[in-house]
């Protein structure tokens, strides 16, 4: 599997690709608990694989040992003890070091390699693009060299998943689109209330030229 891959790291460390997803979140998502964590892997990448407890909380733990992240731990609203992670300098440094000089590259087979695993177990085409959208990179390619005047079942087939291909990109893409411009509405809607309510409740304070100052 993938997040067991190792990646070789700023003096000589060593990251799986689960320790950098995990700094990965922690970064773009500053004060997030271990159970947090777990959740949005689990969105991501269900159903071909799930984060477990057992293996989330140790991976923590490794990367605040290593100083890679900083822990607070404070009690909340429901009275229970709650600890959340943020990453720290030395993280962030070790993370765009490893990204810099492995990922990048790595990524470029990643989509090959996935589909290749689950294609025993989700033989639905839908389904398998949709784990391997999940991914932000674009893994495989699409080939844009045909032979024209290649008319064997070979060559048709390969014109076909490509049309397949980028019908379920094209579909993707607008469900997202369509996801941004309602975020986009969501938060004009906030700011034109809180824009309104700052007119309603504050006052302007009039500006006294020196003049107008002499003569007060």
Not at 110 to 123: C, F, K, M, Q, S
Request: hydrophobic share 35%.
């Amino acid at each position: 599997m993938f997040f067991g891959k190792r990646f070789s790291g700023y003096r000589g460390e060593t990251f799986s690709g689960l320790d950098i997803l995990v700094l990965s979140i922690i970064q773009n998502r500053d004060g997030i608990s271990g159970y947090e964590i777990s959740q949005v892997i689990n969105r991501k990448f269900k159903p071909m694989w799930r984060a477990s407890p057992g293996t989330i909380y140790p991976l923590l733990n490794r990367l605040d040992d290593k100083g890679f992240v900083e822990t607070e731990e404070f009690i909340d609203k429901n009275n229970r003890k709650k600890k959340i992670y943020r990453i720290s300098d030395l993280g962030m440094d070790r993370l765009k070091e490893v990204l810099k000089d492995n990922f990048e590259s790595s990524m470029n087979t990643l989509g090959d390699y996935i589909r290749t695993i689950v294609n025993a177990w989700l033989p639905n085409e839908n389904r398998i693009r949709g784990v391997m959208s999940c991914f932000p990179y674009h893994c495989a390619p699409i080939e844009r060299e045909f032979n024209h005047e290649d008319y064997s079942l070979t060559n048709i087939h390969r014109i076909e998943r490509v049309i397949k291909d980028l019908k379920f990109s094209r579909e993707r893409i607008s469900i997202r689109l369509e996801d941004i411009n309602k975020e986009i509405q969501k938060f004009e809607v906030i700011l034109k209330n809180l824009l309104e309510k700052r007119e309603t409740n504050t006052k302007t304070i009039p500006i006294v030229d020196d003049d107008e100052y002499v003569n007060f």
